[in-house]
């Protein structure tokens, strides 16, 4: 069966502080991936996707960028930390192709920024 | 583009209130609409998927339904332990999942 994996589970850091969380996924080959973002009365935010390693699509523009250099590896990198990227950042997956199997979330990373 | 809106932001049921949950949604050419429950800090956990208008699914006392604008989720006879929010998504020609906001429904026992 699959899995997926997001470390860690809480985090609390300062402005302008780099930033990387970690996804990882089991049991599947070449699964799409995404990041999302959930703040409180905004639903899910999707900031970005890939399909394979090394193509990554970025949604929104903002302080933060991602990575895959494994076919079931996906990274949330930041540089430097602004207050506004608090917030509950989860990780998905997907079969690729997408033909409408829905995604599986990982358990979250709460993030603040201080 | 794709748009979800989910009604009413907050639903407050007596335990063995049945109620109903709405997801209205415009979407190019859909591929499925998801149900999905979330509790608190955690991530959002798989309920149901429909794919076309007039599809039924049943789960326990969860009912979901699909028409060609809207889907309902009727919650019958909920339990306290069926708290949380409820999200609705959507995934389109784009192949992209779209999501509401959420209903944050409560059960008092």
């Known amino acids: 069966s699959q899995t997926i994996h997001q470390w860690p589970a809480t985090l609390v850091q300062p402005v302008g502080s780099p930033l990387s969380l970690e996804c990882t996924v089991e049991?599947?080959?070449?699964?799409?991936l995404y990041w999302y973002r959930q703040a409180a009365g905004r639903g899910l935010q999707l900031l970005f996707y890939?399909?394979?390693?090394?193509?990554i699509s970025s949604e929104v523009p903002q302080n933060l960028s991602a990575s895959r250099p494994q076919d079931r590896q996906f990274i949330l990198s930041s540089k430097k930390l602004l207050l506004s990227d608090s917030g509950f950042y989860l990780c998905?997956?997907?079969?690729?192709?997408?033909?409408?199997?829905?995604?599986?979330f990982g358990s979250g990373t709460r993030l603040t920024v201080v | 583009e794709d748009q979800v809106t989910q009604s009413p932001e907050a639903l407050r049921l007596q335990e063995g209130e049945s109620s109903s949950l709405n997801c209205s949604y415009t979407?190019?050419?859909?591929?499925?609409l998801f149900w999905y429950r979330q509790d608190p800090g955690k991530g959002p956990e798989f309920l149901f998927t429909?794919?076309?208008a007039g599809e039924e699914k049943e789960k326990e006392r969860l009912k979901a339904t699909l028409t060609k604008k809207e889907s309902f989720l009727h919650i019958t006879a909920p339990k306290p332990e069926d708290s949380a929010t409820y999200l609705c998504?959507?995934?389109?020609?784009?192949?992209?999942?779209?999501f509401g906001k959420g209903i944050t429904l409560s059960v008092r026992p």
């Open positions: 979407v190019s050419g859909l591929r499925g």
């Open positions: 998905a997956w997907s079969y690729s192709g997408n033909t409408g199997t829905g995604y599986t």
């Open positions: 890939s399909v394979g390693i090394g193509q």
């Open positions: 998504a959507v995934t389109g020609a784009n192949s992209k999942l779209t």
């Open positions: 049991g599947t080959s070449n699964p799409n």
């Open positions: 429909l794919y076309s």
